[in-house]
């Protein structure tokens, strides 16, 4: 099983909570309730922990970049994350309520969590901080760290970022095809799951659907400015994007990107910096996801979706993406708490989010990894342009 990549053991999963949920008894299901229970509050613990051991370092490591080469990236990254985030808002507002009927489905349900079974017992395992306490102390720490250019708290930093990872990848990892076979058990059971699974291939297809529109838009921009040609252009990406959707990684995606680059002629100094610094800030592609994903879980739920408040969930996922751990569903495991705290998600929408976004994370990545080369386009031309002045 360990042999197998996290997606197929995701889909495995899901399909044996779905026999289990329609064919077992309910003995067996509140046991998988059970250790949802725990695993649940286990990843509350988590959440605000990942906060500070990724931010804090991401933010750390951008303050020991190359000045105004840094902010001119940093800022077109953010900028390119924001619009993906704002267009798969709009996407989603337009076209999911065409066959998400949450007034239809729900009023004869109420709520769908009310009908889920009850583990047998629970552990509480309180966080040690709030989501938002972590995240301002991520920023405190960070931009402290980056300004007084010590290396004390900045080791302590990467050490503590090194503990999260080993964490996520050795036990959160291996545990969530569990945790979800679970979610899927009881959803079963509930008479839930049928309506969850008809509605989200509808959900993944609008969602490629709009990488490959961002993806687009992004080359547009990069080569007008660069003045390039942009069929040609996007050509010389293929092998970039078909890389990252083997291996489902923009970290272990760098060294091709880095060639995709070169044949797009950008310079080296700049592709050479540009491409691995954005593998860990420029999440375009796994913001388009998050968003259109929460929007669907919310409407399933028949939970408010207001602009106001999808505002500040794609504002603050730009940053707290920020050098996300080099495991597959990295993004979504850094934007637990925002969607928990931003959104009111409970544990049984969290774990929903944890599946829905890994089955599709290797379309996210390519789009990621895609706009990594659009930006280097861009930055190449700005700064070749600046030096000229």
Same mark, same amino acid.
Not at 84 to 108: C, M, N, Q, W
Not at 141 to 161: C, R
């Given at each position: 099983?360990?042999?197998?990549? /996290? ?20 003995? *067996? =299901? ?38 105004? /080469? ?60 709030? *989501? ?40 959160? *990892? ?14 079963? +059971? ?6 969850? /699974?008809? =509605?989200?291939?509808? *959900? ?24 390039k040609n942009i069929f040609s252009t996007l050509k010389?990406?293929?092998?970039? +994007? ?62 408010? =979706? ?84």
């Amino acid at each position: 099983m360990k042999k197998l990549g /996290l997606v197929p053991r995701l889909i495995i999963a899901i399909i044996l909570g779905i026999l289990i949920g329609k064919f077992t008894f309910e003995p *067996v =299901v509140r046991l998988l309730a059970t250790f949802n229970a725990i695993f649940g509050s286990f990843l509350g613990f988590c959440i605000p922990l990942i906060i500070l051991g990724f931010v804090v370092a991401g933010i750390a490591d951008l303050g020991q970049g190359a000045g105004k /080469l840094l902010g001119l990236t940093t800022a077109i990254a953010y900028v390119s994350t924001l619009i993906a985030g704002f267009f798969a808002y709009f996407v989603a507002k337009s076209f999911f309520p065409l066959f998400i009927h949450t007034a239809e489905v729900l009023s004869d349900a109420g709520n769908p969590e009310d009908k889920l079974l009850a583990p047998f017992f629970k552990i509480d395992m309180p966080p040690v901080m709030g *989501v938002m306490t972590a995240l301002i102390l991520a920023f405190l720490l960070g931009l402290g760290i980056a300004a007084i250019k010590e290396k004390t708290l900045y080791n302590i930093a990467s050490e503590f970022q090194k503990i999260m990872e080993k964490t996520i990848r050795n036990v959160i *990892v291996p545990l969530l095809p569990v945790h979800i076979m679970g979610i899927f058990a009881n959803m079963t +059971y509930a008479g839930e799951v049928g309506r969850i /699974l008809g =509605v989200f291939w509808k *959900v993944f297809l609008i969602i490629i659907a709009a990488h490959l529109i961002i993806i687009l838009f992004q080359y547009t921009v990069a080569c007008s400015v660069g003045k390039k040609n942009i069929f040609s252009t996007l050509k010389k990406q293929i092998p970039g +994007y078909l890389t990252a959707i083997g291996t489902q990684s923009s970290a272990a995606t760098i060294p091709v990107n880095l060639q995709c680059s070169e044949n797009m002629g950008v310079s080296k100094g700049i592709r050479e910096f540009v491409v691995p610094l954005c593998a860990t800030i420029h999440l375009s592609g796994s913001t388009i996801t998050l968003t259109s994903c929460s929007i669907a879980v919310m409407m399933l739920n028949n939970m408010p =979706v207001e602009f106001s408040k999808m505002v500040g969930f794609i504002a603050m996922l730009g940053v707290t993406m920020v050098a996300a751990p080099g495991v597959p569903g990295g993004a979504v495991m850094a934007a637990l708490g925002i969607l928990q705290s931003m959104l009111g998600f409970s544990e049984a929408q969290l774990a929903l989010m944890i599946a829905l976004y890994i089955t599709q994370d290797s379309f996210g990545t390519a789009c990621n990894v895609s706009g990594d080369n659009a930006i280097a386009i861009l930055v190449d031309s700005l700064y070749k342009g600046e030096k000229k002045e």
